[in-house]
């Protein structure tokens, strides 16, 4: 089974698919539709979180305490639904929902420990509260890298046992597994000020190393290990601009247009080989491209979700920077516009199929979740929201 997906900043280093999506529930009545001529493909999934009917989702008065369930959809039909909700130990956040071989794998918070279910089951827990900052799935084997969510601190684990700990650093969020050794990024924190990184490390997989930055590095927006060496965004104490620093060469990060300044750029790295790099140009100006430099910037948007270069194909989705501008997708220097009072709310919003685009969008105002193509809506019935989007055949 091949496994088309958009790769995106938070999950790109982390997800890994096989074959099989785990049906626990068929739920059939949700008074699905076609809206316009849309092709079925058959295979295309979403994730998102259904509400009762009566509930708005949006203001989320009781949040954490109705009864709401993650769900995904299968052309727009229910096929798996999991408890969510403070009593089931499962986040609605996004950020702590993964599908990942066809099963979902959540995190979640107590006062003092850190809980990993999948569908729905409680497979690890450790003493701590931390965010996943990158999570893969190996085999048998669930390796995360946290950050605390009480200040400074990290962990890597395997199946919730420790690997490797630093009470004052920070990881950046990517994680490679290789042969069973994990190897990531991150900075350290020392001495009387904790607001300025002492160092930015390295760990192999058995021990930790500081990398190897130009001498007038202020700080690291970001860093990732690929192609067997780091490859990081620098800001220079001499300069204004961002610069990719990747096998001993500074490239310089900016465009005749617009100035860097703002949001930190991002780095990713995705099954196809390349990197990527994505982030804010100014106050309203989005920008991507890859380890040659920047390729495109866009004028009016905030952010981008959703980043897809297979095949030397550029996707990605833009978030208008107004409130009363739609939000737009780009694909292969041409911009097409969403319709106005849709939002897309995970970061994999965004997918593409035998040559036709699928965008999760959730309504601002009254309606449900649909996912929208260039030749029409599927309406998916729900009282809710969509948060990942992708294919599989």
């Known amino acids: 089974m091949k496994v088309r997906l958009i790769f995106s900043i938070l999950f790109l280093s982390s997800l890994v698919f096989s074959c099989g999506l785990v049906e626990l529930a068929d739920f059939t009545d949700n008074n699905d539709k076609w809206i316009s001529q849309v092709p079925s493909i058959g295979h295309l999934y979403a994730i998102g979180v259904s509400y009762p009917e009566d509930y708005d989702w949006r203001s989320d008065p009781e949040k954490g305490e109705v009864a709401c369930s993650l769900v995904v959809l299968l052309d727009g039909r229910s096929i798996m639904r999991i408890a969510a909700g403070d009593k089931h130990q499962i986040s609605t956040d996004p950020d702590m929902i993964r599908m990942i071989g066809g099963n979902l794998y959540t995190d979640y918070s107590t006062f003092d420990r850190t809980i990993v279910k999948k569908n729905g089951v409680e497979i690890f827990s450790y003493l701590g509260r931390e965010s996943m900052s990158a999570f893969v799935v190996d085999g048998e084997d669930v390796y995360t890298l946290g950050n605390s969510r009480d200040g400074l601190g990290m962990s890597f684990r395997k199946n919730g046992n420790l ?148 095949s030397q194909i550029y996707l990605c989705y833009l978030s208008a920077y107004r409130k009363d501008q739609p939000d737009a997708i780009f694909l292969n220097g041409k911009i097409h516009l969403l319709p106005k009072g849709f939002r897309a709310m995970g970061q994999n919003p965004v997918s593409m199929w035998q040559g036709q685009m699928y965008v999760a969008l959730n309504p601002e105002g009254e309606g449900t979740p649909v996912i929208w193509t260039e030749k029409g809506m599927l309406e998916t019935g729900i009282n809710g929201c969509l948060y990942d989007l992708y294919v599989m055949d």
């Open 163 to 310: 690997i490797y700990k630093d009470s004052k650093a920070r990881a950046f969020p990517h994680l490679d597994i290789k042969d069973g050794l994990g190897r990531f990024c991150f900075e350290e924190y020392h001495g009387e000020s904790l607001k300025q990184p002492s160092n930015w490390c390295f760990f192999n997989g058995k021990s930790k190393s500081v990398i190897s930055l130009p001498n007038n590095t202020y700080s690291v927006d970001d860093a990732l290990f690929c192609h067997d060496q780091i490859v990081s965004i620098l800001r220079l104490k001499d300069s204004i601009f961002p610069y990719l620093y990747y096998n001993g060469d500074l490239l310089l990060l900016h465009t005749d247009q617009s100035t860097f300044w703002g949001p930190k750029m991002s780095l990713s790295y995705s099954l196809d080989g390349h990197i990527r790099l994505h982030g804010i140009l100014g106050s309203c100006t989005a920008a991507f491209g890859d380890e040659k430099g920047i390729n495109y910037s866009f004028h009016g948007y905030s952010n981008i979700l959703g980043i897809n270069l297979m």
